[in-house]
């Protein structure tokens, strides 16, 4: 149950919100544009970060580039 505590586990790598631009969601109330995240958890198609909520959210890897640390 890795899900219970991604919250508390360290991140993975960093990466930068690139765009909000979203065709069915509402990306832009949860990510802000420019911002870096730490990647918790990671699959074929998304990345799970921490987002302005607070929340643990899995959002599309094309909102994201990476950070060379």
Do not use: Q
């Not at 958890?41 to 998304?46: H, I, L, Q």
Request: charge should be negative; include cysteine; hydrophobic fraction near 30%.
């Amino acid at each position: 149950m890795l899900h219970l505590n991604w919250t508390e586990r360290p991140a993975i790598k960093t990466v930068k919100c690139v765009h909000t631009k979203a065709a069915k969601y509402l990306v832009e109330n949860v990510l802000k544009e420019g911002k870096t995240y730490e990647v918790k958890n990671e699959t074929e198609d998304y990345y799970f970060v921490i987002d302005e909520s607070g929340k643990m959210g899995g959002f599309y890897k094309n909102y994201f580039e990476e950070v060379s640390n």
